[in-house]
């Protein structure tokens, strides 16, 4: 086959962090897995046989805290089926208001370790500190489960010093998928923290292969097209396929996003980084804990 070149016309990821931007309306596009947020920012609730979970949840700010509960109406799903909130990673635009549906519903919330201590300092100028306490640490090879749902979390530092990502089933009228949650965007500013990242993405995509994952979710919607995608959902056909369901193929093409951006950081930093740098090694003693919600 004769060599062409791309008909891609570049456009690099630029956020699109606005404080004006509106809320999109909330969407199922899994059976099991819907999106609650703005084309900035994000969340997503999975629902299983014994309770809801929420992935993230958003920035701090009232007016999110009112987007999610609004979004669970608009659903369908009651809030006080609400049982855990997982926490990416120690930003506020992700661990939010979990506090006040914790107060208001009891569910618990989970996060690592290392980030909940990261989160006591403002260390990016985001809206608010993490001051209140968690249920639950979830470290590398944990599993979370609630009834019959596995959520497989694996520690992926680099945007920040303890940041987790998730794999996860779901189902597309009835066809399994598995999900993928990369759980930190942004490549990180100092060269250090851009090798954990680089190495966190060799590690995750490993998991992924593991896992077969052929699906992704990204609580940044800008980075992965999300809302455009979620249009489609939307108004989809009747025989057109989920445009979240990428394929294993084109899931790893997607993953390999990061890695590149993180390359491409790196020589802009001009520093010589071996990119097949080995991932860090699992612990070597510690068991995977599952992690159950009681």
Request: charge should be negative; aromatic fraction near 12%.
């Amino acid at each position: 086959m004769r060599a062409v070149k791309s008909w891609r016309t570049p456009k690099p990821h630029r956020p699109l962090f606005d404080a004006k931007v509106g809320p999109y309306p909330a969407t199922r596009f899994f059976d099991q897995l819907s999106f609650i947020g703005t084309p900035n920012v994000g969340c997503f609730v999975l629902e299983t046989d014994e309770g809801l979970i929420l992935l993230d949840c958003m920035e701090p700010l009232e007016e999110h805290r009112e987007m999610i509960v609004k979004g669970f109406e608009d659903l369908g799903l009651d809030l006080h089926d609400l049982k855990a909130i997982l926490i990416t990673h120690g930003h506020g635009d992700h661990y939010g208001r979990a506090d006040w549906f914790r107060e208001q519903y009891g569910c618990k919330i989970y996060m690592s370790r290392v980030d909940y201590e990261f989160a006591q300092h403002d260390t990016r100028n985001r809206t608010g500190v993490l001051k209140w306490e968690i249920y639950d640490f979830l470290e590398d090879g944990d599993v979370f489960r609630l009834g019959n749902t596995e959520i497989h979390a694996f520690s992926t530092p680099g945007h920040t010093p303890g940041g987790l990502s998730y794999i996860f089933p779901v189902t597309d009228e009835g066809v399994p998928h598995m999900v993928a949650m990369w759980g930190g965007t942004g490549v990180p500013y100092k060269m250090s923290a851009k090798v954990d990242y680089l190495r966190s993405t060799l590690y995750f995509a490993e998991m992924t292969e593991k896992f077969g994952c052929d699906a992704e979710i990204a609580t940044h919607p800008f980075v992965d097209m999300g809302t455009q995608r979620l249009d489609i959902v939307r108004d989809i056909c009747d025989g057109v396929p989920n445009p979240f369901v990428l394929g294993k193929a084109g899931y790893k093409q997607y993953e390999k996003m990061f890695t590149d951006l993180c390359l491409d950081a790196m020589a802009k930093q001009s520093a010589v980084v071996d990119p097949l740098l080995p991932p860090p090694p699992p612990p070597p003693t510690r068991p995977k804990r599952p992690v159950e919600e009681k």
